[in-house]
């Protein structure tokens, strides 16, 4: 059932692919990221990988980290200023992630923010791990939380917090914060296909 | 002294003037003080001996003293207050030769129009030094004229006349200084009176508490952006990025629809936008689009290569002995280099300028109100009696407000609405129109004699400008001195009894400004210098402090330095092998004629180095306020820290880089030392510099510690470990 | 817009354009409370350092909308000179300002902490007080944070 599938599958990818990379006259913000071979492996890849690429984006593993120190820029350095986890991953007890960054982004100082601005709890450390590591640690329930399928599905396709990539705001110069690879419907649908797909990790 | 020299000093009875005052009762304005050739001694003390000078200029109705009618004297000082404690050290003046208390003291910075200012600059540490005889003598004059007015007035012989705390009393009757001075409009100006001896002295020598410490604990309104004037409205300026980039052209058609714009003003290397609000100028400023001419993006490397041993203006500045033969197989040579460093005072730049028909006033932040004065009159082409500086307190100063020329872009502002206007720079224009601290690039060589001892030290070293180019310097000083005084400070070889020492400048000026930071050259020269020494120190494997001394006279101006190094190593237990993970390092500095010495104690902490303990021993002479000289010791060593470990701004595609804090990495609170003990030796029998010397051996002692405990010699600022 | 909140207990309500403007500039230009500083305008420096609702909060990077409803502290309402607040009263003592610039910021860093740790650690000191000070006056701030614990703790029992 699944292999036949394919065959439908990879020319709408192709063709819609092709009309949205003409369609675009600006430089786009997003890297074309889906490669022939992840293509090849079929739509649940496919997914997948879409899924992946953003959340191995720094807009993502920045707040997922491996050493309880949030990360900043697109090069994933330590927070300045020793900001570290804290005790409940809002930072330490008077200076906290709400001392700077608030409910919104502030264009003002170029700081980000967005609602329940934390870092992921220490179980969801993300930062150097390979996709396939981050897609098991994400499913797997001592780690993740305790959330099921639907409730992670929630988690990154509703949540303000994880949306709030798509809508980064500016750096400190003023400058646009770079985008994560995928556009945001296309990561959104990409999600609930993989987990309707059964949520299959490929072997890598 | 003798007589005829102190009268010449004293105060010249012609140019003393009483004037009325707003909420004043008598304002008792006294005249200049005199020095014959102030310009040239001065700048010949400042290369040599930098022993403080005053350098008051007597051209104008000089407003020193106010009395109140509360009995309070302001006094209007020609030296701003940026945080090194010179206003309180100005009040104990004050209040022990004109015996009042110094909660009756106010001291206010001098504004141009009204006041002294002094010619040069509040900088060089020069602030206490400079007013410390001129300050008492008038300080006792107007006391001795307040007593001969008693006198007449109670009808009282003036010798039997007594004055403690604002109060004159004598034969049974007393009256305040401001009875006294009630409708005195002549004054009877005797010769300067004696001073007190030093024992005598109250509050000199005592740790009174600064005069602006309620001010600044309660967020009073004291500093430059925190002025206002009626009607005033507030702009941001928009200045290139790139190093050398020429305005060509600007789209400001969004900006001016944007809430609250008054106007967008475009000049030949700036645009302005004039708003009703700071947050509005800034809004609009980011929708402007500015095309820039830009001829050449500079690199690092592009840096490195202009600034080198070799290249640019030669000039030796110290010469004793021979010098070294390169190809002499005993000769020891090393590189040392440091980076460009920000000032990132915490108060930004900006000013509140008012230009109205020609007489312009301007509030700010400077440490040159005189010069500012004169570049603004120049600029609007009008007299300089026409422009008014009212100099505030400083929200740090470190040598970048020695030029605040940004006034008259404040001006222009103003003049174009008519209004005032309010300007203020943004964090990145901070970093990027620094006057920076220059890199520098060293080389030192050295020898070693048959006993292990130096036979031979010389320090060559590059630099870009630091006083040549600088707005306060004369230009023909550069010129026939043909050596940056500034990059000198701490170049030159200190350890006298080395046969053959030299020092030798290699000066360039870079394609982006480059000035005064907070002790000059003094920081990395002493870097570049006592890193050597100690490493020549292991080399002939004596103890580094025994190696220095025997390389000092113990005689003269030079036992000093001798004596700082002995208190230091004693009251730091100065021990030259590693204990429990820790070492000690040791260095030493004669800066502005005021040597200090510190030891550190370091351990690797995370791969970082982390200082744990100095110990500094320092003589400036007279110490006016031991615990304020104490501050600016502990200031100055952890700021010298931050500066030898931390900071760096490099030049990356034609941007100096970075343009905030956090990636411009500073020292914060947990990266200063948890012990600090200062020592002090008083040398000499006046108040030296204080400001700056005690940052000058931080970064080598750190360094030498490192050395010791890791076996690796760190040649480049900021220490970094790998 | 209208905004109302209570600023060092007094209410007041600002009407403005946009409710994006940082608060910071509320405080300084329409409220003319000076004491809370502009240093970098990018939270990064400290030296705007206010409370709202007793958090620890940048001004420069709080849009003022967030304010409204709020109880808003500045260095203005921690203290004055005839009762200041612990931490103003170790500042004193321990003759902590230089240029005193940052210092308010510091103050009610400090405030803000003792509030959540009355008996802060070196530790707990190097962590939170993440201001910047320019003079470097770190070494009294730290005998002044500890200080300051002191005479709150006291004035308590």
């Given at each position: 059932m699944k292999k036949a599938s394919i065959v439908y599958v990879i020319p709408i990818l192709l063709v819609t692919g092709i009309l949205l990379a003409s369609n675009l006259k600006a430089p786009t913000a997003y890297i074309p990221v889906s490669s022939n071979e992840a293509v090849k492996k079929g739509a649940s890849d496919e997914n997948y990988n879409k899924m992946m690429d953003v959340l191995v984006s720094p807009r993502c593993i920045n707040c997922h980290p491996n050493d309880n120190i949030p990360k900043q820029g697109d090069d994933g350095h330590p927070h300045y200023f020793g900001m570290s986890r804290g005790e409940n991953n809002l930072g330490y007890q008077a200076t906290k992630c709400t001392t700077c960054h608030q409910s919104e982004n502030n264009d003002y100082s170029g700081v980000p923010g967005a609602p329940e601005w934390s870092l992921a709890p220490?179980?969801?450390?993300?930062?150097?791990?390979s996709r396939k590591e981050i897609a098991e640690s994400m499913l797997d329930p001592e780690r993740n939380g305790g959330r099921n399928h639907e409730e992670l599905m929630h988690h990154l396709t509703e949540h303000e917090l994880v949306l709030w990539a798509w809508e980064p705001g500016v750096r400190a110069d003023g400058t646009p914060r770079k985008l994560p690879p995928v556009p945001l419907d296309e990561y959104i649908s990409a999600v609930k296909q993989w987990f309707e797909d059964g949520a299959v990790i490929p072997a890598e | 002294m003798s007589n005829k020299e102190k009268k010449s000093k004293g105060i010249s009875r012609r140019k003393f003037l009483v004037r009325g005052g707003l909420g004043t009762l008598g304002v008792l304005a006294v005249g200049t003080y005199v020095f014959r050739n102030p310009l040239r001694r001065s700048m010949l003390e400042m290369a040599e001996t930098m022993a403080p000078t005053y350098m008051g200029s007597g051209t104008e109705p000089n407003l020193w003293f106010e009395l109140t009618k509360e009995n309070k004297v302001i006094f209007h000082s020609p030296k701003v207050e940026m945080g090194q404690g010179s206003f309180t050290s100005f009040a104990q003046m004050i209040a022990d030769e004109m015996d009042l208390n110094i909660d009756q003291i106010t001291v206010i910075g001098a504004a141009t129009k009204t006041g002294v200012v002094d010619a040069m600059s509040t900088g060089g540490s020069l602030s206490v030094g400079g007013l410390w005889q001129p300050l008492r003598e008038l300080s006792a004059t107007m006391r001795e004229m307040l007593k001969i007015e008693a006198a007449k007035k109670l009808g009282i012989d003036v010798s039997s006349l007594s004055t403690k705390e604002g109060i004159i009393s004598g034969g049974g009757k007393t009256m305040t200084y401001a009875e006294v001075a009630n409708d005195i409009t002549e004054w009877d100006i005797p010769d300067t009176p004696e001073l007190k001896p030093m024992k005598d002295y109250k509050f000199i020598g005592k740790p009174v508490k600064r005069i602006d410490l309620n001010a600044k604990v309660f967020g009073d309104p004291i500093f430059g952006l925190d002025a206002e004037m009626p009607d005033m409205l507030l702009a941001a300026i928009i200045r290139p990025s790139v190093v050398g980039a020429k305005f060509k052209s600007a789209d400001t058609t969004k900006a001016e629809k944007m809430p609250g714009v008054v106007k967008v003003v475009l000049m030949d290397d700036w645009v302005g936008v004039i708003a009703k609000s700071y947050a509005q100028a800034l809004a609009a400023k980011y929708k402007i689009n500015v095309d820039w001419t830009i001829e050449k993006r500079y690199t690092e490397e592009d840096l490195r290569n202009m600034l080198q041993v070799g290249k640019g203006n030669q000039s030796i500045t110290q010469k004793a002995g021979t010098a070294l033969n390169s190809n002499d197989n005993d000769v020891i040579s090393m590189e040392f280099t440091s980076p460009i460093g920000a000032h990132a005072q915490i108060e930004p730049n900006g000013a509140v300028a008012d230009y109205n028909n020609g007489d312009i006033t301007i509030i700010l932040s400077t440490q040159v109100p005189g010069a500012t004065q004169k570049v603004v009159a120049e600029a609007f082409d009008v007299d300089t009696e026409k422009v008014n500086i009212i100099p505030t307190y400083l929200g740090g100063g470190f040598g970048r407000?020695?030029?605040?020329?940004h006034a008259v872009q404040a001006v222009q502002l103003s003049k174009e609405v008519g209004k005032p206007v309010k300007y203020i720079f943004t964090r990145k224009e901070e970093f990027q129109h620094d006057l920076f601290r220059p890199p520098t690039h060293h080389i030192m060589k050295g020898k070693l004699n048959n006993d292990g001892y130096l036979e031979a030290l010389e320090h060559h070293y590059a630099s870009g400008d630091v006083a040549v180019?600088?707005?306060?310097?004369?230009?023909i000083l550069t010129s026939v001195l043909g050596t940056d005084l500034g990059a000198m400070r701490g170049g030159q070889i200190m350890y006298d009894k080395v046969p053959n020492h030299r020092a030798v400048q290699w000066h360039t000026t870079l394609p982006f400004a480059t000035s005064w930071w907070r002790s000059l050259g003094l920081l990395a020269n002493t870097f570049a210098i006592e890193s050597f020494v100690d490493e020549m120190a292991i080399r002939a494997e004596k103890n580094p402090v025994d190696f220095r001394l025997a390389s000092i006279s113990n005689e003269g101006n030079k036992k000093r330095l001798y004596d700082v190094i002995k208190l230091a190593a004693e009251k730091g237990k100065y021990n030259d092998k590693p204990v429990n993970g820790r070492a000690m390092g040791f260095a030493a500095s004669t800066d502005a004629n005021s040597p200090a010495a510190h030891v550190v104690e370091v351990s690797i902490e995370d791969n970082s180095i982390k200082v744990h303990k100095v110990t500094c021993a320092f003589d400036c002479g007279v110490v006016v306020n031991p615990d304020q000289v104490k501050a600016q010791c502990e200031g100055s060593i952890i700021m010298g820290m931050s500066g030898a470990m931390f900071e760096k701004m490099t030049l990356e595609d034609g941007e100096l880089t970075p343009t905030i804090y956090g990636p411009y990495d500073m020292a914060l609170m947990k990266h200063a030392p948890k012990q600090i003990d200062i020592h002090f030796i008083q040398g000499a029998d006046i108040p030296l510099p204080v400001g700056e010397p005690p940052m000058g051996p931080i970064g080598a002692a750190v360094s030498n510690a490192v050395r010791r405990l890791t076996g690796k010699r760190l040649t480049d600022l900021p220490l970094k470990l790998s | 817009m209208k905004i109302a909140f209570t600023i060092n207990g007094s209410s007041q309500t600002v009407d403005i354009e946009d409710g994006n403007t940082p608060l910071l500039w509320v405080i300084r230009d329409i409220l003319d409370l000076k004491g809370t500083k502009f240093g970098c305008g990018k939270a990064a420096c400290g030296a705007c350092t206010i409370m709202v609702e007793g958090e620890e909060v940048r001004s420069c990077s709080y849009a003022v909308k967030f304010a409204e409803g709020k109880k808003i502290t500045t260095i203005e309402g921690l203290g004055t000179p005839e009762n200041p607040h612990p931490v103003q009263q170790a500042w004193i003592e321990e003759v902590v300002p230089q240029c005193g610039y940052c210092q308010p910021g510091f103050m009610m860093a400090t405030a803000a902490l003792l509030e959540k740790v009355p008996n802060p650690t070196d530790d707990d000191i190097d962590q939170n007080i993440i201001n910047v000070c320019r003079c470097a006056t770190y070494y009294r701030m730290r005998k002044a944070i500890h200080r300051a614990a002191e005479i709150k703790n006291n004035s308590n029992s």
């Open positions: 220490a179980s969801m450390m993300w930062e150097g791990l | 407000r020695l030029n605040t020329n180019n600088a707005l306060i310097m004369p230009r | -």
